[in-house]
């Protein structure tokens, strides 16, 4: 599975741009491709706001170099696995796919112009789970939402 992103900015102001855009993924449910319009405004030197689609992002520096963002966007992927599930049929495909809407607020650490570390908390909402067997069968559940936690490694183009 993968994904594509391709967008173009349009700055219609210092504080101002126009996004514009398109996603492609093989990763959420069947291919997915989204035409995208957004913008992207400064409306200080600490703070910003994204929109793009079903991204939303606001940033807040805290401080030079700590960052706190809030925001929202998809989560989850398609699998493809391949196991013997001691059905008679052997190694056999199956398809497994979960997806989510994430929301989330996270503190970020700027070690230098273009690297940090950060961590977040959220919650993910509207979790759904589909599982297609070699046969066609196929099953979809809704799931109860869950907590979301991540730490990583950040670095900017």
């Known amino acids: ?64 170099s700590v960052d706190w963002i809030a925001g929202g966007q998809f989560s989850g992927n398609r699998w493809l696995t391949e196991a013997d599930y001691n059905d008679g049929l052997g190694v056999t495909e199956r398809e497994f796919s979960m997806t989510a809407y994430r929301l989330y607020t996270t503190l970020q650490w700027n070690l230098a112009e273009k690297h940090g570390v950060f961590a977040s908390v959220g919650a993910e909402l509207g979790r759904e789970v589909w599982l297609k067997y070699p046969n066609g069968l196929e099953i979809d559940r809704d799931l109860e939402s869950a907590p979301s936690f991540e730490i990583g490694y950040r670095f900017r183009f």
């Open 1 to 64: 599975n993968y994904m594509a992103l391709a967008g173009v900015r349009w700055k219609q102001t210092d504080a101002f741009q126009w996004i514009f855009g398109a996603f492609y993924s093989t990763g959420f449910d069947d291919d997915m491709f989204l035409p995208a319009i957004g913008f992207m405004w400064e409306p200080s030197d600490r703070a910003d706001l994204v929109f793009a689609g079903p991204i939303i992002r606001y940033r807040y520096s805290l401080t030079d």
